[in-house]
């Protein structure tokens, strides 16, 4: 059973997928009002107004995946889930109309006075002269970070006669021509826009982008509209511009803080505002809710996530190409991991055959996950296992060969540890399973499952007799037994595939057999 927690007003429609899930209990409350309970929680659904910081995500050890009903994840500390190795989702593209319909809105309410000329008529008053606009034909907007939203809004303008001009420093020359734009430098924007509309997301780089300095080279009657993220217009920058007459309006929808309080912007009879409602509408809450129920069910149900902020993202088609490869890698790196029980430096992983040509990142995050998993207390998975990789000092890195060993695919890790480097094979057969095919240079056969047992010795007459004999002894069933050597009368190996594990006792009695070299218990 898995208990989500909802702690923001997500769309009751869109939790459809999640509800339908007799394995999945949902909790539609704030943080605060089950701190007690937050423990148990295995999901967390938000919008914007859910803080979730390092503290919280301490309160909450059993978490395994934050799903943003929205764009924006400025309000998550993403950093702090990647090393908890908690997945964050968001629904990148649910509410982009209704984020540009929202601006292109607040851009017609501010150059026609709207908000004011209501007030006025509703205090009984018919002020025409007082509330005369400005056209939007003709008039130069500038577009400051053009993804989703920013490109939404330019078509809009278009159909208005507006001239359109875009800034956006990870924009190139081709997309930006194949969008029908031209893209200028900051300064340029700056300076000759009627109206500059704001689509970045927060970050060091873009907070305070129109502060003091900017916004003294905007034209002089610039109008300013903010329905990305409060605090990319420097809102308390604003004030002497607004006395001055150099900004004849603002429009804001976000705010540094939200809920804003007692604003010093209120003051201003140019300024208008909206409590954060970019997003909402009937149809992107339907879509963003959706988007992340779906992806949560996915990941609860044990597939990787489509969408998501700290993964390599996934669609389904590749996912269903990659998935026994993810699971034969990760079975390969817990094998390695456990026999090569030393501190090691790095791993090398190669692709050959049908493999090579599927998205093997998120295959080499998955045998990475797998190799860590034995060695690290914490929860180690795709989301963190390069970090806790980083963290330890070992280094990886993908190759690609042609060399399958006869078999349609292969996979080879190969673990560099001080004093030692050992080698693994793997393949997947369709219809049949994984099977590890070479182990530590012995050609060998076996299924990466369950209790294994591997036993290095001199290849003599009545090793496995031995050997069956002291398990038998201890009633430890060996469901499969596979044999390899390197040549008659040298190295040889046992692989047992046992029904139950052996413990510290039984194996030093397997090491003390003569002519056994080494003893190795393998959970997989
Ligand atoms: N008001 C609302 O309710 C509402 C609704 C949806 C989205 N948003 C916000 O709108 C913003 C944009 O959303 P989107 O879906 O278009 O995102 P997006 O990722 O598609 O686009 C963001 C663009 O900003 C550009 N950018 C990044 N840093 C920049 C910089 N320093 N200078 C200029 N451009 C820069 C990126 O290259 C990208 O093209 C986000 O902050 C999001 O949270 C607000
Ligand atoms: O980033 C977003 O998606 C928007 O700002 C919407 O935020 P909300 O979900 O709190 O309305």
């Known amino acids: 059973m898995f208990r989500i927690l909802v702690s923001d007003a997500i769309s009751e429609e869109g939790l459809a997928p999640l509800r339908k899930s007799e394995q999945i209990e949902i909790v539609q409350k704030k943080v605060t009002e089950v701190e007690d309970q937050l423990h148990e929680f295995d999901a967390l659904l938000v919008r914007s107004a859910t803080k979730v910081t390092e503290e ?34 968001n629904a990148p593209n649910g509410n982009t109309i209704s984020a540009a319909e929202h601006t292109f809105a607040m851009m017609a309410a501010l150059v026609r006075h709207i908000p004011q000329a209501h007030i006025s008529v509703k205090s009984r008053e018919w002020n025409r002269s007082a509330f005369v606009g400005t056209e939007l034909q003709g008039k130069h907007l500038g577009i400051i970070g053009f993804g989703r939203i920013g490109s939404e809004v330019a078509k809009r303008a278009r159909a208005f006669g507006m001239f359109v001009h875009v800034y956006d420093p990870f924009l190139t020359k081709e997309h930006a021509e194949k969008l029908g734009v031209s893209i200028h430098t900051l300064d340029e924007v700056l300076a000759c826009s009627d109206i500059i509309t704001v689509h970045t997301p ?77 997003a909402s509408t009937v149809e992107a809450q339907l879509n963003v809710a959706t988007q992340v129920a779906e992806e949560v069910l996915q990941f609860l149900e044990g597939k990787p996530v489509t969408s998501s902020i700290n993964l390599p993202t996934l669609s389904k088609d590749v996912y269903e190409k990659i998935q026994a490869f993810y699971n034969l890698a990760k079975k390969m790196g817990t094998i390695a991991s456990q026999y090569m ?24 995050r998955s045998l990475l996950a ?39 695919n292969c996979l080879s890790l190969t673990v560099h540890g001080e004093n030692k480097t050992f080698t693994i094979k793997g393949t997947h057969i ?46 430890i069933n060996i469901a499969t037994m596979q044999v390899g050597r390197q040549q008659a009368g040298g190295k040889a190996i046992m692989m047992l595939s046992l029904d139950k594990p052996i413990d510290d ?20």
């Open 56 to 89: 919280l995500l301490s309160k909450m050890p059993n978490l395994k995946i934050i799903g943003r009903a929205g764009v924006g994840v400025d309000n998550i500390d993403v950093e702090a889930a990647t090393k908890r190795g908690i997945v964050v989702i």
């Open 202 to 278: 927060l970050t060091k780089e873009t907070k305070g982008l129109l502060g003091e300095k900017n916004l003294a080279k905007t034209k002089k009657g610039v109008y300013l509209i903010n329905c990305a993220r409060g605090g990319i217009i420097d809102e308390q920058a604003l004030i002497p511009f607004l006395q001055n007459g150099h900004v004849a309006g603002v429009a804001l929808d976000v705010f540094e803080q939200e809920p804003p309080g007692d604003h010093p912007l209120f003051a201003f009879d140019n300024v208008i505002f909206t409590p954060h409602l970019g």
């Open 341 to 364: 029980n030393i501190p090691v430096q790095e791993l090398s992983v190669t692709y050959a055959g049908t493999v090579a040509d599927l998205e093997t990142t998120y295959i080499t």
């Open 370 to 408: 797998g190799f860590l998993r034995p060695r690290v207390a914490s929860t180690v998975n795709e989301v963190n296992a390069a970090m806790i990789a980083k963290e330890r000092g070992i280094t990886y890195g993908e190759k690609f060969s042609d060399e399958t060993y006869g078999y349609a």
């Open 430 to 475: 369709p219809n049949y399973g994984d099977r590890i095919v070479h182990f530590d240079g012995f050609t060998i056969d076996f299924a990466p499952e369950g209790h294994l047992l591997y036993i290095q010795h001199q290849d003599r007459p009545g090793m496995i007799g031995k050997v069956g004999n002291i398990l038998g002894e201890h009633q």
């Open 505 to 524: 006792a039984l194996l030093q009695k397997l090491t003390e057999i003569e002519d056994i070299e080494t003893v190795k218990r393998v959970e997989v």
